[in-house]
């Protein structure tokens, strides 16, 4: 089975300052790692994705990710913290192909003016 | 290219009675997917469907929920009864079905269910 693990459900931050949001996966096959974000009343919107190609996936909005296969970690970073990246960021795990995603708990970051 | 669209963004109900929910995918795409998002919980899978064929059902609670995609296109997710418990978004995905590559699934808006 896949699982995912997002380490704090909230985490604020400053305007400017780096965001690092936490994941660890637990998987008995090479996993497929993605972040989504969700803006309030809204869906689900892919950040990015690791497919086993880079081990630094870079996605949109300025964020990107490192798989480190040694810590079982997909943590997602962005060097410099937008008022508009206050949202709900969601960490998922899944299987190569068109099966389902198993999501993290989420984290809700706030960014303070 | 148009997006997920699901209806009713919102509906208030009470316990036991019965409630649906409509997605349509984003055109061409074979595999659609429902997921439930209790508050404070990331989505969970209820049902996927390639074309009008189930592919996953295995956490969807039968005994109150079903779904179909009768012309593999449209799907409808239904609830009979409510319970308390199903207060929750309703999610839609899709995507299409290429082989040897990722697919990346597109979510709709969603749906709120207010069981009171």
């Known amino acids: 089975a896949q699982s995912v693990t997002q380490l704090g459900s909230h985490v604020s931050v400053s305007e400017g300052a780096l965001v690092l949001l936490r994941c660890n996966y637990s998987s008995s096959v090479p996993p497929y790692l993605f972040w989504y974000v969700q803006y309030p009343n809204q869906g689900l919107q892919l950040l990015l994705k690791?497919?086993?190609?880079?081990?630094l996936v870079k996605g949109i909005n300025g964020f990107e990710a490192e798989f480190k296969k040694s810590e079982t970690s997909f943590h997602l970073t962005k060097p410099s913290a937008h008022m508009s990246d206050a949202a709900e960021y969601f960490c998922a795990v899944g299987p190569f192909g068109n099966e389902k995603l198993t999501f993290g708990t989420g984290t809700r970051l706030t960014i303070i003016p | 290219e148009a997006g997920v669209a699901q209806s009713p963004r919102y509906k208030i109900i009470e316990k036991r009675q019965s409630v649906a929910f409509w997605c349509n995918p984003i055109s061409g795409h074979a595999t659609l997917y429902w997921y439930q998002q209790i508050l404070g919980q990331g989505p969970k899978l209820l049902i996927q469907f390639q074309n009008n064929g189930v592919v996953d059902d295995s956490q969807l609670p039968k005994d109150r929920f079903s779904a179909e995609r009768l012309k593999g296109v449209d799907s409808t997710l239904k609830i009979q009864p409510a319970k308390l418990e199903d207060s929750a978004v309703y999610l839609c995905a899709s995507s299409s079905v290429r082989l040897a590559v990722y697919n990346e699934q597109f979510f709709g808006p969603g749906t709120r269910l207010t069981v009171l």
């Open positions: 690791y497919t086993s190609a880079a081990t």
